[in-house]
């Protein structure tokens, strides 16, 4: 058994002793004591959790289909390892699809890698396999060279892969994976965002090169504006002054037309090759959905103008050749595409998830002027976790599909 837990338990059994001493000598203050304490005790589950040092979460114990999933209730809580993380009660987590395909391995070769290397600095094995990439919640302790957050914060913020995730009552993330959360939203719709924030910001600012100040009048290309990256890919390019045209299918095309795009293809109905030729070239176009590399020539030529897409070969490379020869596959098939765009002024780049704090403080911001709102599939309790993954799976959500923790039928 570990230090730390025995620690606890005494702990609880010395308050627990004086408890009962109160109670035997002084009734009248007692009650006084009593009610404070009790309210202690009340005062967040999730402190209790910390204190006992176990959890409930869902967890899969090999790599499969949604059968794997588990329930379980005596999860080891994680612990803070490094400095600058963060020991979080999670309110609120969305789900991924990320977390689908991580449930299925993938990714598993570079993401094991890394966590091995971890394991230097503190024991973390493969499996049991908490999943969930964002979160909102509240801070309960802090590292030692944490210095822009204490704890009873209320944040929003993301998990990297390598670690245990967000579908459990605790998680522990680091500083620069997380801000403050957005005042006007709930936990449930703040839990939304995170992940997809992120992404869609390496993807669009750091890759793609746009800001607020160079955005106007740009025409942009989201392939895939129904889910939950580009629900918020639109938002974010049109409240930047963009002229934003996306593609989804036939029953999402009035909700992503509200969202304010000023053109969209329904590809169920429409010949989304066709209509795009016929319209004037794009400055960037994101990928979401993938395999749209024709779409490449819709560029404008020699305009700095760039494809980037989100859909990468390189973790699958990795899980299928090994890590190196992996590597080389990916690297290789990089440079063919950026080769082909040389030569009529065209760029193409990959953009992968990448935690930012100022990313989502930016964000955080403009929800607060309301230039961005959540979108929101459906919200599912903590403990109907494994319809939730049935649902994502199913595909076609209509933004994002959120774990309430805090809803009453959590156990
Ligand atoms: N590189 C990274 O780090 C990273 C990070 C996050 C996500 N991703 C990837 O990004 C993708 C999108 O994520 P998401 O959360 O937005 O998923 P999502 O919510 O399922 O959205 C998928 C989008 O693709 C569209 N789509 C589905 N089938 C299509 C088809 N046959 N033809 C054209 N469009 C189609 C959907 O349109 P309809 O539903 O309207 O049919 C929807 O707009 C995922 O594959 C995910 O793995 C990558």
Avoid at 40 to 68: D, F, P, S
Avoid at 174 to 200: F, G, Q, R, W
Avoid at 218 to 243: C, D, E, H, N, P
Avoid at 375 to 392: G, Q, T
Wanted: proline share 3%; net charge positive; glycine share 8%.
């Amino acid at each position: 058994m570990e230090a730390g837990l025995l620690t606890n338990m005494a702990r609880n059994l010395l308050l627990q002793s004086q408890i009962k001493y109160l109670c035997s000598s002084h009734p009248k203050s007692n009650i006084t004591f009593l009610k404070q304490t009790s309210k202690r005790w009340q005062h967040t589950r999730a402190e209790r959790r910390e204190l006992k040092g176990v959890m409930k979460a869902w967890q899969i114990r090999r790599y499969g289909g949604n059968e794997e999933l588990t329930w379980s209730e005596s999860v080891r809580v994680p612990r803070i390892l490094h400095p600058d993380d963060i020991l979080v009660s999670v309110n609120a987590a969305s789900l991924n699809m990320l977390d689908i395909r991580m449930r299925e391995g993938y990714g598993r070769a570079m993401i094991n890698a890394v966590r091995n290397k971890e394991r230097l600095h503190a024991p973390q094995s493969e499996f049991p396999l908490i999943l969930g990439r964002d979160f909102s919640g509240t801070i309960l302790k802090t590292g030692m060279k944490v210095k822009r957050f204490k704890s009873g914060d209320k944040i929003w913020g993301t998990v990297s892969p390598f670690r245990q995730g967000s579908h459990a009552e605790l998680t522990v993330t680091s500083e620069s994976h997380i801000s403050k959360i957005p005042t006007n939203l709930t936990d449930v719709e703040a839990a939304s965002l995170p992940y997809v924030v992120s992404t869609v910001m390496t993807a669009l600012c750091d890759v793609g090169e746009l800001k607020e100040n160079n955005t106007a009048s740009k025409r942009v290309l989201i392939y895939g504006g129904s889910g939950g990256i580009g629900t918020f890919a639109i938002q974010l390019m049109k409240a930047w002054g963009a002229i934003v045209t996306t593609t989804c299918s036939t029953d999402a095309v009035t909700m992503v037309s509200s969202l304010g795009a000023d053109h969209v293809i329904d590809y169920k109905t429409q010949n989304v090759q066709q209509e795009l030729m016929n319209m004037k070239g794009y400055d960037l176009i994101l990928d979401i959905h993938g395999g749209v590399d024709f779409s490449f020539d819709l560029l404008k030529k020699w305009n700095n103008s760039k494809f980037v897409t989100i859909k990468t070969p390189f973790l699958q490379n990795a899980d299928d050749y090994g890590i190196v020869p992996g590597l080389l596959r990916s690297g290789a098939s990089l440079t063919a595409n950026v080769l082909q765009g040389f030569k009529d002024g065209r760029s193409y780049r990959w953009a992968m998830f990448k935690p930012s704090s100022n990313h989502l403080l930016t964000v955080k911001k403009m929800i607060e002027r309301d230039e961005i709102r959540p979108v929101l599939d459906s919200e599912f309790s903590f403990k109907e976790a494994d319809k939730a993954y049935n649902k994502i799976e199913e595909g076609h959500a209509r933004g994002k599909i959120v774990l309430n923790m805090q809803r009453e039928d959590h156990p």
